[in-house]
């Protein structure tokens, strides 16, 4: 038994690793980074515009969740499973223009998961007076529920119908 799962495990992270290799570089994790931040401005401008005067529209705050796929977020181990399949299947990832924007973008689920975790601390995030409330929240920001992960593969399915 021990042996078919080594097998389905190595088989995984082998399509895992093809599938990502893009962004373990960093001219490919920028170019992730900037297209979540044309997402969030396309999906709430006013939280892009507050993201961009604490001076984190670059999107580097949310770099781990991106590079982890969300693992250290995950209250459970369970969620970290859950998270980590829905956003490495197959159906995750497609190439879609940006409404408005005329270039054609790799967007993949795990973008739209980090613009819904954005939106769904919308509030708190518009509190925030600088740069460092947004690093000290990230820190601490733990997903225990469906919830964003929804709302994400939401947004994700209304791009793909689009394109």
């Known amino acids: 038994s021990s042996g078919i799962n080594a097998e389905y495990g190595y088989w995984g992270f082998s399509n895992y690793i093809l599938r990502n290799r893009l962004f373990f570089?960093?001219?490919g994790l920028m170019a992730k980074l900037n297209g979540i931040a044309e997402l969030t401005n396309v999906h709430d401008s006013e939280l892009y515009n507050k993201l961009k005067q604490l001076d984190c529209s670059n999107m580097l705050f949310c770099q781990r969740w991106i590079l982890l796929g969300f693992k250290r977020e995950s209250k459970t181990f369970d969620m970290a499973v859950r998270i980590f399949t829905m956003i490495n299947s197959l159906e995750a990832t497609h190439y879609i223009e940006l409404k408005g924007l005329g270039k054609c973008e790799l967007l993949s689920?795990?973008?739209f998961l980090v613009v819904a975790i954005l939106i769904s601390a919308r509030s708190t995030l518009l509190s925030f007076s600088d740069q460092t409330d947004v690093y000290q929240?990230?820190?601490?920001l733990k997903l225990s529920d469906m919830s964003a992960i929804c709302h994400a593969?939401?947004?994700?399915?209304?791009w793909a119908k689009q394109y």
Do not use: F, H
Not at 137 to 140: H, L, Q
């Open 137 to 140: 929240w990230t820190g601490k």
């Open 153 to 158: 593969r939401q947004m994700y399915q209304e």
């Open 25 to 27: 570089n960093s001219t």
């Open 109 to 111: 689920l795990d973008m």
